[in-house]
């Protein structure tokens, strides 16, 4: 089973940039499909973004076009880069990773494997 590792949150003012990143080890990256997903205090933890073996990609509504998940397969690393951030994107980012590529993307159960988070933190 792969393990993740997240880095790259922060503090931001609105309207400013981020990269996440999520380095795997201890499986064959590629044949995974890769996940994001966030949390904000008092709140479920939330689908943002999926890229697939293929590189398909799919978002959230509240992060399409600002947002953009992105692969390299020779670094065994996923990531997330993040403009134009608003406060409503605080929370604490997590990186996911399927075995089976499954359709239901959106659904955090669906994944096998989780990084411990990385907090972004978007002021006013």
């Known amino acids: 089973q792969v393990q993740l590792v997240e880095s790259g949150g922060g503090l931001v003012q609105a309207g400013g940039s981020l990269r996440l990143s999520c380095a795997a080890s201890?499986?064959?990256?590629?044949?995974?499909?890769m996940g994001w997903f966030r949390q904000a205090p008092g709140k479920e933890r939330e689908f943002v973004a999926t890229?697939?073996?293929?590189?398909?990609?799919y978002y959230t509504d509240s992060v399409q076009g600002r947002f953009t998940i992105s692969r390299d397969n020779a670094k065994n690393t996923v990531y997330l880069q993040m403009n134009s951030l608003k406060p409503e994107d605080t929370a604490v980012y997590y990186c996911?990773?399927?075995?089976?590529?499954?359709?239901?993307?959106?659904?955090?159960?669906?994944?096998?494997?989780w990084g411990q988070g990385t907090q972004v933190t978007v002021s006013s």
């Open positions: 890229i697939r073996r293929t590189g398909y990609t």
């Open positions: 201890g499986g064959t990256f590629s044949s995974y499909a």
């Open positions: 996911a990773a399927d075995r089976f590529e499954r359709s239901t993307y959106k659904l955090a159960y669906q994944y096998d494997s």
